[in-house]
T-cell receptor, first 112, second 113 residues
């Protein structure tokens, strides 16, 4: 089982709709969770971080964390063509183990 | 303010040559991380620095890979006797302190012929 799993997609969503991206992780001790956006040929850009169970909202983005079920998701409301990118889920297992373990990413395409 | 910078942006080298990749973190960031991203492999951790020390080198793929950081700022990743499987984008990230959010630089695309 991979440490961090994402559906590779591609995920196609109409403009203006909600895009839902999911990520599961295997280590129950994981403490910190991050979503990065990566445009083709560019480096990852941090969108959201979440550390506690529940929802965290930032503009059109909402991150959701459920540690009991070991999943974290990202919702993008009012999707725009500029949201078309690969979204990477990253997990840090615990404080003192500082590396991020990444999923392979979900490719999202927003259809105008 | 300025983000993480990396140089060169592209490097083409011949198999067997040594290469040095440089990372300049965001000013004031004490932690620095190296990752590698290759097709089909995703993003993998190589090494991180807290100040000038490297508590975790577990991701370095072989002893041909080494990294150092001096003055708590710039870091250099060195790959000796490059192999074709070393071809990848090498990404550097920094964070204000360890356990803080990590911000990535633009990367160095390494091609080994």
């Amino acid at each position: 089982q991979k440490e961090v799993e994402q559906n590779s997609g591609p995920l196609s969503v109409p403009e203006g709709a909600i895009a839902s991206l999911n990520c599961t992780y295997s280590d129950r001790g994981s403490q910190s969770f991050f979503w990065y956006r990566q445009y083709s040929g560019k480096s990852p850009e941090l969108i959201m971080s979440i550390y506690s169970n529940g929802d965290k909202e930032d503009g059109r983005f909402t991150a959701q964390l459920n540690k009991a079920s070991q999943y974290v998701s990202l919702l993008i409301r009012d999707s725009q063509p500029s949201d078309s990118a690969t979204y990477l889920c990253a997990v840090r297992v615990n404080f003192g183990n500082e590396k991020l373990t990444f999923g392979t990413g979900t490719r999202l395409t927003i259809i105008p | 303010g300025a983000g993480v910078s990396q140089s060169p942006s592209n490097k083409v080298t011949e198999k067997g040559k040594d290469v040095e990749l440089r990372c300049d973190p965001i000013s004031g960031h004490t932690a620095l991380y190296w990752y590698r991203q290759s097709l089909g492999q995703g993003l993998e951790f190589l090494i991180y620095f807290q100040g000038n020390s490297a508590p975790d080198k577990s991701g370095l793929p072989s002893d041909r890979f080494s990294a150092e950081r001096t003055g708590g700022s710039v870091s250099t990743l060195t790959i000796q006797r490059t192999q074709q499987e070393d071809s990848a984008v090498y990404l550097c990230a920094s964070s204000l302190r360890v356990s803080d959010e990590q911000f990535f630089g633009p990367g160095t695309r390494l091609t080994v012929l």
